[in-house]
């Protein structure tokens, strides 16, 4: 099975800059296809879980979600089968559970992902 391990939270404060690294393993033998996107979603306290990031492992594309464009970098190390999300000038609203996912489509809906992290924290403080 896939396996995804996230770390690189923490405590910033307004305008600071964290990234986070999500560590994948393992495969899906039914599905050959089970890590060929990767994602990252947060989930701040009473909200529903929403898409940041998506990457194709494969081809390197990348989509964000509106808020986080031109803030936040999604990359990959394909020899350390290791994700990234680079998060700079980080704001309050930021604040949220992160969470690395897997799946075979690179999309913004968290139904497409069977592969979960168990997240990481990010607080934004002013």
């Known amino acids: 099975q896939v396996q995804l391990a996230e770390s690189g939270g923490g405590s910033v404060q307004v305008g600071g800059s964290l990234t986070l690294t999500c560590a994948a393993s393992?495969?899906?033998?039914?599905?050959?296809?089970?890590?060929?996107?990767m994602a990252w979603f947060r989930q701040g306290p009473g909200k529903e879980r929403e898409g940041v990031a998506t990457?194709?492992?494969?081809?390197?594309?990348?989509y964000y979600t509106g808020s986080v464009k031109g803030r936040f970098t999604i990359s990959q190390d394909k020899a350390k089968a290791t994700v990234y999300l680079q998060m700079n000038n980080l704001k309050p609203e930021d604040t949220a559970m992160y969470y690395c996912a897997a799946g075979s489509i690179a999309s913004m809906s968290p139904y497409e992902y069977p592969y979960w992290g168990q997240g990481t924290q990010v607080t934004v403080s002013s």
């Open positions: 393992g495969s899906d033998p039914k599905n050959p296809y089970s890590r060929a996107a």
């Open positions: 990457i194709y492992t494969g081809s390197g594309s990348t």
